[in-house]
């Protein structure tokens, strides 16, 4: 497959994997992504998942035929990149490996052969040239791990972004990049916005025709779109006026309540979501409340505290890092209702997360009488104007 005349993709799809990082379920596959640039000397930008080694090691044979590549650009460790290296590394004896001074330090802990004699440790902003295409390299410390960087190649003017602008689903389903790029950032990236932040300002200092990550498509259109998603994500700004209203409810009277909520929400010109912590994935959750500028949590009080689900998925959104959302609260208890009381504790421990008043507290099922206290945490949940 090509991505220009001189620059091929060489890496792969999964369609089999189960949970990526072994957390996330990716009903479209995902695909881990490489490239070889010809040029007088050749560069291979970086490896894949052990499960696609065997496909990856074919398409990288049919690309070089019998040369020998001169670089390997490691742009970050992570397995599902990696894993090839001391494969490629004994394939090929005479290539150097070129990366950051952290990953060279990183490296050791994942092969037990020593390369360190074979590395060649990058600077900031420094160039490598292969003939035509010259290669210059920028540190993208903790977008998500430390050792990362991204390649720019100036002839082409294509930028190598290791797992940013990445997405899930396999390239042969050909999804439209923002089907799951969001899901994708905000999990795997999303607690380190303000590294993103850096690296996009180093990226606006380059000439940029094509982006090309470590999972899904090369994006070579309309790149200030995908550039203006980052710029959001990155700085936690929501992406649309509207509310993500999550429920957790055992045996279906706060899922009530919330269905009641959302049509009283509707009713008076609201965005809503609906979102079923029980039976959603947290990551669908995770990038809904990234999402909206609003939220509304809707749980039962369970053992003494808070219904799992509902608990799993504040856990899961403070670890991202989410902050400047305005909340609401609605618990559910049969005789000590308490759900609304362990949300605020976990959502005290975040930043910027404002909990508005008044909470609603329905005793097992919502009855007439809880009408007033609805409308009234409908008003206060409005969007500023
Ligand atoms: C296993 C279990 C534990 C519960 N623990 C509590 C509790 O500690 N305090 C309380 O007030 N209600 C407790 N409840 C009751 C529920 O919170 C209450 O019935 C609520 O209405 C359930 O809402 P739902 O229909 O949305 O599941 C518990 C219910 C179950 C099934
Ligand atoms: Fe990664
Ligand atoms: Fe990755």
Same mark, same amino acid.
């Given at each position: 497959?090509?991505?220009? %005349?001189?620059?091929?993709?060489?890496?792969?799809?999964?369609?089999?994997?189960?949970?990526?990082?072994?957390?996330?379920?990716?009903?479209?596959?995902?695909?881990?992504?490489?490239?070889?640039?010809?040029?007088?000397?050749?560069?291979?930008?970086?490896?894949?998942?052990?499960?696609?080694?065997?496909?990856?090691?074919?398409?990288?044979?049919?690309?070089?035929?019998?040369?020998? &590549?001169?670089?390997?650009?490691?742009?970050?460790?992570?397995?599902?990149?990696?894993?090839?290296?001391?494969?490629?590394?004994?394939?090929?004896?005479?290539?150097?490996?070129?990366?950051?001074?952290?990953?060279?330090? @990183?490296?050791?802990?994942?092969?037990?052969? /020593?390369?360190?004699?074979? *590395? =060649?440790?990058?600077?900031?902003?420094?160039?490598?040239?292969? #003939?035509?295409?010259?290669?210059?390299?920028?540190?993208?410390?903790?977008? !998500?791990? &430390?050792?990362?960087?991204?390649?720019?190649?100036?002839?082409?003017?294509?930028?190598?972004?290791?797992?940013?602008? %990445?997405?899930?689903?396999?390239?042969?389903?050909?999804?439209?990049?923002?089907?799951?790029?969001?899901?994708?950032?905000?999990?795997?990236?999303?607690?380190?916005?303000?590294?993103?932040? =850096?690296?996009?300002?180093?990226?606006?200092?380059?000439?940029?025709?094509? $982006?090309? &990550?470590?999972? %899904?498509?090369?994006?070579?259109?309309?790149? #200030?779109?995908? *550039?203006?998603?980052? =710029?959001?994500?990155?700085?936690?700004?929501?992406?649309?006026?509207?509310?993500?209203?999550?429920?957790?409810?055992?045996?279906?009277?706060?899922?009530?309540?919330?269905?009641?909520?959302?049509?009283?929400?509707?009713?008076?010109? +609201?965005?809503?979501?609906?979102?079923?912590?029980?039976?959603?994935?947290?990551?669908?959750?995770?990038?809904?409340?990234?999402?909206?500028?609003? @939220?509304?949590?809707?749980?039962?009080?369970?053992?003494?505290?808070?219904?799992?689900?509902?608990? /799993?998925?504040?856990? !899961?959104?403070?670890?991202?890092?989410?902050? #400047?959302?305005? *909340?609401?609260? *609605?618990?559910?208890?049969?005789?000590? &209702?308490?759900?609304?009381?362990? @949300?605020?504790? $976990?959502?005290?421990?975040?930043? %910027?997360?404002?909990?508005?008043?008044?909470?609603?507290?329905?005793?097992?099922?919502?009855? +007439?009488?809880?009408?007033?206290?609805? +409308?009234?945490?409908?008003?206060? @949940?409005?969007?500023?104007?």
């Amino acid at each position: 497959m090509e991505v220009t %005349g001189t620059v091929k993709y060489i890496g792969a799809d999964d369609l089999t994997l189960d949970l990526f990082e072994s957390q996330y379920p990716i009903p479209h596959g995902v695909s881990y992504n490489s490239y070889v640039i010809l040029d007088e000397k050749i560069a291979v930008m970086d490896t894949v998942d052990k499960r696609a080694s065997e496909q990856w090691q074919k398409n990288l044979k049919e690309v070089l035929g019998d040369q020998e &590549p001169a670089y390997l650009i490691v742009s970050h460790l992570e397995p599902d990149h990696a894993a090839n290296i001391g494969w490629f590394a004994s394939e090929y004896p005479k290539t150097t490996i070129v990366c950051s001074a952290k990953a060279k330090g @990183m490296l050791p802990q994942f092969f037990d052969i /020593d390369l360190s004699e074979r *590395i =060649q440790v990058v600077a900031e902003a420094e160039e490598l040239s292969l #003939g035509s295409h010259t290669l210059q390299f920028f540190m993208a410390p903790m977008v !998500h791990w &430390p050792e990362v960087m991204v390649t720019y190649e100036s002839s082409e003017k294509t930028l190598f972004t290791a797992d940013g602008f %990445g997405t899930f689903g396999a390239l042969s389903k050909d999804l439209p990049w923002i089907t799951e790029a969001r899901r994708y950032y905000t999990n795997i990236v999303g607690k380190y916005g303000p590294s993103v932040q =850096q690296l996009l300002k180093k990226a606006a200092t380059l000439d940029i025709a094509r $982006i090309a &990550p470590l999972h %899904g498509p090369v994006l070579t259109e309309n790149l #200030g779109d995908y *550039i203006e998603k980052y =710029q959001k994500w990155s700085s936690y700004t929501p992406e649309e006026s509207g509310i993500l209203l999550a429920y957790a409810s055992i045996h279906g009277n706060t899922k009530e309540a919330a269905e009641y909520f959302a049509d009283l929400l509707k009713a008076a010109g +609201e965005n809503v979501e609906l979102l079923d912590l029980t039976r959603t994935h947290a990551s669908y959750a995770i990038e809904k409340a990234f999402m909206y500028d609003r @939220m509304i949590l809707a749980a039962a009080t369970y053992d003494g505290g808070l219904f799992p689900p509902m608990e /799993d998925f504040l856990h !899961h959104l403070k670890a991202k890092g989410l902050t #400047g959302r305005k *909340i609401g609260l *609605i618990e559910n208890g049969s005789w000590g &209702p308490l759900a609304a009381k362990k @949300m605020r504790e $976990i959502l005290e421990t975040m930043k %910027g997360m404002e909990v508005v008043e008044p909470q609603v507290t329905i005793r097992s099922t919502r009855k +007439e009488a809880d009408t007033k206290a609805f +409308e009234a945490l409908a008003e206060a @949940m409005k969007a500023e104007a």
